[in-house]
């Protein structure tokens, strides 16, 4: 009989104990479901990176530091544009120290393909050539083709000498002229078609392709081309600010837009996805917006993110 006031005394403790286990438990368990409910679009994207780049820490952007106000360095020699500025607000919500590897920008699919980068973001536009790995003709270039999460809407223009001493207007007017351009760009492939039509007018369109853009709009200053050929918020940027605006001006209307894309390999499609989540955000949170009045070109503002769809 003496033992049952001890049996009980320890019964009643192991009762105790369990039910503070289970009060604890269902205040853990609370405790994570207001957790998960508290869980940010943040912290879902930030979730949601592929873990070797999480791991890394570190985001590395291939682009060609030689295309204002898109890309360029600043006074300060540090990148500077659109394209670095939205590199870093990704990289910032993304959780992801970025780092910029300045690339020609005939290297940029190249390099993404050969991993020397983890995205190309530099003023690419998203076209089924890039996507497919094909020329213009549907031939195999013998270089993989890229996803793109486009992010901004470019149109080309023509850039000529302030004044437009040839009163060039239209591609048509640049039939038996000298046009100076970057090689590899959209402007390089439209202006192989408008040559084939000048050709067959029996006036023949002269291109000189160059590694940058710098040097291809030094052709134009010094008279050997008659004009330029630029996305329109680089054409813009230049008239405006080459020699205070004395140099050059924008002819003529814009011309076959399509969007900027950042560029992934075909094998990333989670990192795809998770930039366009995370450049939803910002277009959302209204960062985007802040960046491109930066550079003043919101009239390119994409409204959403919009995975491979250039035409």
């Known amino acids: 009989m003496h033992h049952h006031p001890h049996a009980r005394q320890h019964h009643r403790r192991s009762v105790q104990t369990g039910a503070a286990l289970t009060v604890a438990a269902a205040l853990l368990l609370a405790g994570c479901a207001g957790q998960g409910a508290a869980r940010t679009p943040q912290d879902e994207a930030r979730a949601a990176v592929p873990q070797a780049l999480r791991s890394a820490g570190v985001l590395r952007v291939g682009t060609d530091l030689n295309y204002p106000p898109v890309e360029f360095r600043g006074p300060d020699g540090k990148p500077a544009g659109l394209d670095p500025d939205l590199a870093n607000a990704l990289g910032d919500l993304l959780g992801l120290r970025v780092e910029i590897v300045d690339t020609p920008f005939d290297k940029l699919i190249p390099g993404l393909n050969d991993k020397q980068f983890d995205i190309a973001m530099s003023a690419l536009s998203d076209v089924p050539q890039r996507r497919d790995g094909t020329d213009d003709a549907g031939k195999p270039t013998g270089q993989a083709g890229v996803d793109f999460v486009d992010y901004f809407i470019a149109g080309t223009s023509i850039l000529v000498p302030k004044g437009n001493p040839k009163g060039v207007r239209t591609l048509e007017d640049l039939c038996g002229t000298t046009i100076a ?39 134009v200053a010094s008279g ?80 959403t993110a919009v995975v491979n769809g250039g035409l």
């Open 181 to 219: 351009l970057q090689r590899g760009t959209t402007q390089d492939e439209l202006l192989g078609r408008q040559a084939a039509a000048c050709a067959r007018l029996g006036k023949p369109l002269q291109i000189h392709r160059f590694d940058s853009d710098a040097e291809a709009l030094a052709e």
């Open 224 to 303: 050997k081309a008659v004009a330029g050929f630029n996305d329109y918020p680089v054409a813009a940027y230049a008239a405006k600010t080459t020699d205070g605006g004395n140099r050059f001006q924008v002819a003529g209307a814009q011309s076959q837009s399509s969007p900027y894309g950042i560029a992934t390999a075909k094998s990333e499609t989670a990192l795809r996805d998770v930039l366009a989540t995370a450049l939803n955000q910002l277009i959302r949170n209204g960062e985007y917006g802040k960046i491109l009045a930066k550079w003043d070109i919101a009239d390119g503002a994409a409204q």
